[in-house]
C-alpha cells in the first residue's frame, strides 16, 4: 500500500507547489488533487492548464493519486431538480476528462445525496428516488469513464445514502462494470458502523482509500481527529485491507486542518504521515 494525501489536508491559502512540496518533505509519496470553484483545477480549465498541475506534481516528485472534488454537496445527482442534476452530470464528466489527461485511473464521486445535517437547508431527497437518480446518473457517465479509461469510485459519506457495507456493494455491483468501483473512507464509517466490516463486504470493489479517524461520542462532523485519536479499529482495517488483497493508495484527507493545528497547521501533515506509518505495521 501507497502513502497519498489530500489536497484538503493543507491550508487553503497555500500555493499548489508548497502543497506539493510538503507532502513529499512529510514522506507521502502521492497527493490528491481536487476539482474545485477555485482551482487549481475548475470546471473551466483547460488542457494546457491541467498538463501543468501534472508537470508541477512530477517537478516536486509527488505522484498524484486521485482526483476528489467537494462540487457535488451544491449539484445532488439525485435532486428533484432536472437542472441541478444535469450539473452534476456535467461535472463528472469533466473529473473524467480531467482525471484522463492528469493520468489518473479513478476519481472519488458522490452520486446522490438523500439529505445532509451538516448543509443548512439542504434538498431531503426521497431513498427510492434517491437510488433510481443516483442509478441514472451513473449509467449517463459510464460510457465516459470506459472510454478515458477511469473508474468512477463511489465515497461513503453523511449523505444519508447507501449507509451499509451491503447497500453499498449492491448499488456498485449492479452497473456490471470494473469502471465503477469504491472509494471506501475508514473514519465516514465510524457513525454507523465499522469500517473493517465494510472492507471485508466490498472487498474487490474498493479502489481507493481516504483514512482519518473520529470519535463516535462527539456524534457530529467535530468529531474528527487525528489518525490514532479516535475509535478507528486500525489493526482490523489493515488486516481487512491485505485480506482482500488491497495494495492501492492510503490518502490522508484531514479535513479541515485548522481545527487540529491553529498554529504551524504543516506539522499535522508530518504527524500524519508518521501516524500511518504506525498504522500500516499494526496488523
Not at 4 to 15: G, L, Y
Amino acid at each position: 500500500m501507497k502513502k497519498s494525501v489530500s489536497i484538503w489536508s493543507f491550508p487553503a491559502e497555500m500555493t499548489l507547489e508548497n502543497k506539493l512540496r510538503l507532502a513529499r518533505e512529510a514522506g507521502f509519496e502521492g497527493f490528491e488533487i481536487d476539482l474545485s470553484e477555485d482551482g487549481p483545477l475548475t470546471l473551466n480549465s483547460t488542457s494546457q492548464e491541467i498538463a501543468v498541475v501534472r508537470k508541477l506534481a512530477k517537478q516536486n516528485g509527488v505522484e498524484l493519486s486521485g482526483l476528489a472534488t467537494g462540487l457535488y454537496w451544491g449539484a445532488n445527482a439525485a435532486s428533484e431538480d432536472p437542472a441541478v442534476r444535469a450539473h452534476a452530470e456535467a461535472i463528472c464528466r469533466k473529473q473524467i476528462e480531467t482525471a484522463q489527461a492528469l493520468g489518473l485511473d479513478a476519481i472519488l464521486v458522490v452520486p446522490g445525496t438523500v439529505g445532509a445535517d451538516f448543509i443548512p437547508g439542504c434538498e431531503v431527497v426521497p431513498y427510492d428516488k434517491a437510488w433510481q437518480r443516483a442509478t441514472e446518473f451513473v449509467r449517463a457517465v459510464l460510457p465516459v469513464a470506459e472510454r478515458c479509461g477511469v473508474r468512477i469510485c463511489i465515497e461513503n459519506v453523511w449523505n444519508k445514502f447507501l449507509l451499509s457495507p451491503m447497500e453499498m456493494r449492491q448499488f456498485i455491483a449492479q452497473f456490471e462494470s470494473e469502471w465503477v468501483g469504491s472509494y471506501f473512507d475508514v473514519g465516514n464509517t465510524l457513525a454507523f458502523g465499522y469500517p473493517e466490516h465494510w472492507i471485508l463486504a466490498l472487498g474487490a470493489q474498493i479502489r481507493r482509500v481516504h483514512l482519518k479517524d473520529y470519535r463516535r461520542a462527539v456524534g457530529s462532523v467535530d468529531g474528527f481527529v487525528e489518525i490514532l485519536s479516535g475509535d478507528v479499529n486500525w489493526p482490523a482495517v489493515i488486516s481487512g485491507l491485505r485480506a482482500i488483497g488491497y495494495d492501492g493508495w492510503l490518502t490522508a484527507e484531514m479535513i479541515p486542518p485548522i481545527p487540529f493545528y491553529k498554529f504551524a497547521p504543516e506539522v499535522l501533515l508530518f504527524n500524519t504521515s508518521r501516524a500511518m506509518d504506525a498504522v500500516m505495521r499494526l496488523a
